[in-house]
């Protein structure tokens, strides 16, 4: 349900929130040091904004209500890649006033979309891209074989988990880590570790 939803969106910031002296330590090895940082600003002028919906709110608004908190609040690289996330996710379940398993998954596969979309990266190249590729296709493998909401959820986290470990392999093409090269490799991307981080944050609000 759209209130169900708010309810993850905002469960999704708290965790990020809980997490991100990890993330930043994540960054600071790799990157600047800030990811945990920006994503909190970004979250928490989400949860902000969230909080403003009318009860009957569709989930489509609030995701566009969602991407415009994003990007106003946070200048680093993941501003615009979780705005546009959000705006693309949103579009792909106008019709919808509830979730079902093929509808959350093609808010996965289109918040992952947007994030392509807007940054550029392949899959490959050390990035947020590593952990969402792999949690579309696990949803969607999910839902093919028959999954409810939750298994949809379950196998998502689990692909993104998969992609955010096979990160720490490969070496930076994308954002300020590239400029290590090779030294990239051995770390895991923080922005995968975020990933990770929100989908597992809905996965276990959606179970209680
Ligand atoms: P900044 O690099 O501006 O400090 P953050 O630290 O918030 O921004 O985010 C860094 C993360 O952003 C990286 O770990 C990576 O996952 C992601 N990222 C950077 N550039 C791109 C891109 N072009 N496409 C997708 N993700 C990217
Ligand atoms: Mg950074
Ligand atoms: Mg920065």
Redesign the pocket.
């Known amino acids: 349900t759209p209130a169900l939803f708010r309810t993850m969106m905002v469960a999704a910031g708290e965790r990020i929130s809980t997490e991100a002296d990890r993330l930043s330590a994540?960054?600071g090895v790799?990157?600047?040091?800030?990811?945990g940082?920006?994503?909190d600003i970004g979250w928490k002028a989400v949860r902000d904004a969230l909080a403003q919906s009318p009860e009957d709110e569709t989930i489509e608004t609030s995701c566009k209500r969602m991407a415009k908190a994003f990007l106003d609040a946070?200048?680093?690289?993941?501003?615009p890649?979780y705005a546009t996330a959000f705006l693309r996710a949103g579009t792909a379940v106008k019709d919808r006033l509830n979730l079902d398993a093929a509808s959350m998954a093609a808010w996965i596969e289109a918040a992952c979309e947007g994030?392509?979309e807007?940054?550029?990266?392949a899959p490959g190249?050390?990035?947020?891209?590593?952990a969402w590729v792999p949690a579309v296709e696990e949803a969607r493998g999910a839902v093919t074989g028959g999954a409810d909401v939750l298994g949809c959820l379950d196998a998502a986290c689990e692909g993104a988990e998969r992609g955010m470990n096979a990160t720490r392999d490969i070496e930076s093409k994308?954002?300020?880590?590239s400029k290590l090269g090779a030294r990239s490799v051995g770390h895991i991307?923080?922005?995968?570790?975020?990933?990770v981080v929100i989908l597992t944050a809905m996965r276990d609000t959606a179970r209680e």
């Open positions: 994540l960054d790799i990157g600047d040091g800030d990811h940082v920006t994503m946070v200048g680093a690289s993941s501003g890649l994030v392509r807007r940054g550029r990266a190249d050390k990035t947020m891209v590593d994308r954002g300020r880590s991307d923080p922005g995968a570790a975020s990933t």
